[in-house]
């Protein structure tokens, strides 16, 4: 059984910082392509982040130089380091595990609210 657990959202004001924590088990995780992806009310999910197994990152424009996603192998986390957040930066964050052709897995999701 594969479970993703994010934890680390709350509530920050605009220009603060938050870090993410994705936890994973039932997976061989250093196989496995993490993302973030956010999903804000009344709009589309947006993947926010990603890191490849082997480190290799990619980011969305609107968060390039802001976020750092990293991952630790051994422990079997995955990280989203905000910096600089904006409240269009509000949303359900989700983390997310792909090997393809496998259907990607899940976590349920943990809420970041950036508001004065």
């Known amino acids: 059984q594969v479970h993703l657990v994010e934890s680390g959202g709350g509530l920050v004001q605009p220009g603060g910082s938050l870090r993410l924590s994705c936890a994973a088990s039932?997976?061989?995780?250093?196989?496995?392509?993490m993302s973030w992806v956010r999903q804000a009310p009344g709009k589309q999910r947006e993947l926010v982040a990603s890191?490849?197994?082997?480190?290799?990152?990619n980011y969305a424009g609107s968060v390039k130089g802001r976020f750092t996603i990293s991952r630790d192998n051994v422990k079997n986390m995955v990280y989203l380091q905000m910096n600089s957040l904006k409240p269009e930066d509000t949303a359900t964050y989700y983390c997310?595990?792909?090997?393809?052709?496998?259907?990607?897995?899940w976590g349920q999701g943990t809420q970041v609210t950036v508001s004065s």
């Open positions: 997310n595990a792909v090997k393809l052709p496998i259907p990607p897995y």
């Open positions: 039932g997976v061989t995780f250093g196989s496995y392509d």
């Open positions: 890191i490849s197994g082997g480190g290799f990152t």
